[in-house]
């Protein structure tokens, strides 16, 4: 089974801290993703990244940075923490190209941030 | 800009029915594909069912079935014979291209869908 692992499922976080939400996946996959998820809106794509050391913007770049060091390994960064990034941050990967369409993306249990 | 819109906020169904769930999209592209996935209260989402716009027939799994209606742009999620443990958070998503053909999904707001016994 493939899997998505994101470290912490809970973090509370003062304003103006530096916070690192990591995410590990098991699968060699290509992609990576970050996604925020808040009531109402959905998920909410972030950044993501197709290969080592490479990284897009997603919709929501603002306030945010990405590291992807090694194939597995995607983090995400708030440089200074604010109280409008409370939410739920969702870590997922998926193959490269896909020749068919269904490019599953696999996700993890979450890491729901709190930030005072 | 491509759009997913789910229009149920909440569902609330009687054990053993079936639930629609609705997703309407909004795409320009000719190739697109649409996921359902589930997110239990642990959080972690789970998928369902995936349609590619070319599919001449609707996708099936298990329980599950999707009503893709192209004309319409809708792909509504159809879940048989309900089970209290269908109680979760329904994601409709849409993919769009994205570089070096990571493809990225376009999620709608979710609808919540409580079983009852």
Not at chain 1, 17 to 26: R, Y
Not at chain 1, 33 to 50: E, H, K, N, T, V
Not at chain 2, 39 to 49: D, N, T, Y
Request: charged share 20%.
């Amino acid at each position: 089974d493939v899997k998505v692992t994101q470290s912490s499922r809970y973090l509370v976080k003062r304003t103006g801290e530096k916070v690192f939400l990591e995410c590990v996946q098991d699968m060699d996959h290509e992609n990576m993703f970050w996604y925020r998820q808040d009531p109402g809106l959905g998920l909410r794509l972030i950044y993501f990244s197709y290969d080592v050391k490479m990284k897009e913007k997603g919709d929501i770049p603002e306030g945010y940075s990405v590291s992807r060091e090694k194939k597995e390994r995607f983090s995400l960064i708030l440089e200074s923490a604010s109280t409008n990034q409370t939410s739920m941050y969702l870590c997922a990967s998926s193959l490269g190209a896909a020749i068919s369409g269904a490019n599953v993306l696999t996700f993890g249990a979450g890491s729901r941030l709190t930030v005072l | 800009a491509q759009k997913i819109t789910q229009t149920q906020p909440g569902m609330f169904v009687q054990e053993k029915e079936a639930v629609t769930l609705d997703c309407t999209y909004d795409t320009s592209d000719p190739s697109y594909g649409l996921f359902w996935y589930k997110q239990p209260s642990s959080g972690e989402m789970i998928f369902l069912i995936y349609q590619g716009s070319y599919d001449q027939q609707n996708a099936t799994e298990g329980r599950y079935s999707l009503n893709f209606q192209k004309a319409r742009k809708s792909a509504n999620l159809v879940i048989s014979a309900s089970q209290l443990g269908d109680s979760a958070m329904y994601f409709c998503a849409m993919r769009e291209a994205g570089f070096q053909g990571a493809q990225k999904l376009v999620f709608g707001q979710g609808t919540r869908l409580t079983i009852n016994p």
